[in-house]
């Protein structure tokens, strides 16, 4: 069985090949997670917004893993991030999941509407109190990251991470720079771009040189960046076996940045309504 490696972030010791469960229902979610695990996975992402909390506690529960060995993320709703709706939305999601503790606690979305200092208060709250042993934020701008940073510090407390997309097309170098000056995880969500670019003639001559298959490379692109985890979404157990075997091959010095040099301008896939002023936007509040 594959041994995935173990990113360091700020206290947090997160399996740096994870399985992200966005859109996955049911029961055909519960047993995604219960093969996951039987393949080798030991990091699996949810939220309250996929709505699949309860089946994704089923799937580890099914798969025989001690706690110990799996960990485990969720999120909080961008409209629970207040005082008060965020310890509820925590407790909320243990319940579900039936857990005693997840391994990474996320503030999804960020909320102009609601004080940055008042969400990360109460994040700290319950780390404090021990329903998540880490703490972090997804989607959050260079800005945000570096005022979310300051505030946990102020309470004692340390970001572990920022989750946001990234794959190839998409060049997020600014905002890692700034994980890294701070010590923060950056995990890539939509890491292979949904497929949008397997065809890609780089990424195939790649994937042929080392006898493998583009996602393969898409995901060892990932993995041999300093500080960067991802969480491909996958159902089937071919596919599964297929992401998680990305250890036993290393990508040369050209090849990385032959792939980091297919990013393209408007390449970013996920950015709904209520999403913040991007980096390449002019980031603001």
């Known amino acids: 069985m594959t041994a995935v490696p173990i990113l360091e972030a700020n206290g947090a010791h997160m399996p740096a090949l994870g399985l992200g469960t966005s859109r996955m229902r049911g029961a055909d979610c519960a047993k995604a997670v219960e093969t996951a695990f039987a393949v080798g996975f030991r990091h699996l992402d949810t939220a309250v917004m996929y709505g699949n909390e309860v089946e994704v506690g089923e799937g580890w529960r099914a798969s025989g893993v001690a706690r110990a060995d799996a960990f485990v993320t969720t999120k909080v709703l961008p409209n629970d991030i207040g005082e008060g709706d965020l310890q509820r939305s925590a407790s909320g999601s243990l319940q579900r999941l039936k857990l005693d503790y997840v391994d990474m606690l996320l503030i999804h979305w960020p909320n102009t509407a609601i004080p940055l200092a008042q969400s990360i208060k109460a994040l700290c709250e319950v780390k404090s109190r021990g329903m998540t042993k880490n703490i972090g934020v997804a989607n959050f701008t260079m800005r945000m990251l570096r005022e979310a940073v300051r505030l946990a510090g102020e309470h004692g407390a340390k970001i572990a991470c920022n989750q946001c997309e990234y ?72 596919h599964l076996r297929d992401n998680i075997s990305i250890f036993d091959f290393t990508l040369s010095e050209p090849e990385m940045k032959a792939i980091s040099a297919l990013a393209r301008p408007g390449s970013r896939m996920v950015s709904p309504g209520f999403a913040p002023r991007w980096d390449d936007q002019g980031a603001g509040y």
């Open 167 to 238: 794959h190839p097309r998409f060049d997020q170098t600014p905002l890692l720079n700034v994980c890294r000056e701070n010590g923060v995880a950056f995990v890539s969500y939509y890491p292979l771009a949904q497929g949008r670019y397997f065809d890609d003639a780089t990424l195939t001559a790649i994937a042929e040189a080392h006898g493998r298959s583009v996602t393969q490379v898409m995901l060892r692109w990932h993995m041999q960046q300093p500080g960067v985890a991802a969480i491909p979404k996958s159902a089937s157990r071919a």
